[in-house]
């Protein structure tokens, strides 16, 4: 079974700055689909950027971006000139696609980032 | 789209008591999902359906759960009766068919709290 670990329960960086969230999963498939999901107070889920494995190219959505590592099964986010409403909890989710009963979003426990003025 | 719309956005109710939340997807997707976090075990998926057909129900926790998707763009998840321990955050999500890149888009959940 697949499994996704988030190693950082906290993390704060200092707002302008560069932060690094890390992740880590573990599968026997070969053809997969990785996201980060943010979730601020308001408890609302928000699809931050998606990574599919087949893509050497990193992903990039504005300030944020991911360096995916295929082999060594990571999928790190990092945020660049940090916000004030970056703030928020952060999930890393792994989906298959391979089809079948698969279709579902597996989570990491999720990473608190605090954002400092 | 007004993305994934659930109701209620909050619900108090009382230990033993029924409890009925409700979702609609975003129009045109064909896969729905049933999510509760709690600080205790995270974000669990509970249940799953394409095209309106159960597909995974083996997260739900016991029989005193139970979620129907009469339409394509209704569902319902039910608890009766409650217990405290069913405190938690709902969300409802929906996704396009499994080949497509695009990931789930989850509703604004509903916190429901059982005294």
């Known amino acids: 079974a697949q499994t996704v670990t988030q190693s950082q329960p906290e993390m704060s960086v200092q707002e302008a700055e560069t932060v690094t969230l890390s992740c880590t999963y573990d599968?026997?498939?070969?053809?997969?689909?990785l996201f980060w999901y943010k979730q601020p107070p308001s408890r609302q889920m928000i699809l931050v950027i998606r990574?599919?494995?087949?893509?050497?190219q990193n992903a990039t959505e504005n300030r944020f971006s991911v360096n995916f590592q295929k082999a060594a099964k990571s999928f790190s986010l990092k945020i660049s000139d940090s916000q004030l409403g970056d703030a928020a909890m952060y999930f890393c989710?792994?989906?298959?696609?391979?089809?079948?009963?698969?279709?579902?979003?597996?989570f990491g426990t999720g990473t608190l980032l605090a954002v400092q003025p | 789209d007004a993305g994934v719309i659930q109701s209620p956005r909050h619900e108090v109710t009382e230990m033993g008591q029924e409890v009925t939340l409700r979702c609609k997807p975003i129009?045109?997707?064909?896969?729905l999902f049933w999510y509760r976090q709690t600080m205790m075990r995270g974000l669990e998926l509970l249940i799953y359906?394409?095209?309106?057909?159960?597909?995974?129900d083996s997260g739900m926790p016991e029989d005193r759960f139970s979620a129907k998707m009469p339409n394509a763009s209704f569902s319902t998840l039910k608890i009766q009766p409650s217990e405290p321990r069913d405190s938690a955050v709902y969300f409802c999500?929906?996704?396009?068919?499994?080949?497509?890149?695009?990931?789930?888009?989850f509703g604004p959940g509903t916190r429901l709290l059982v005294l």
């Open positions: 129009s045109g997707h064909d896969y």
């Open positions: 990574q599919e494995a087949y893509k050497q």
């Open positions: 999500a929906s996704g396009r068919q499994w080949t497509s890149r695009e990931p789930q888009y």
């Open positions: 359906f394409n095209n309106n057909v159960p597909i995974d």
């Open positions: 989710a792994y989906r298959s696609a391979s089809g079948g009963a698969t279709n579902k979003l597996i």
């Open positions: 599968t026997s498939e070969s053809d997969y689909y």
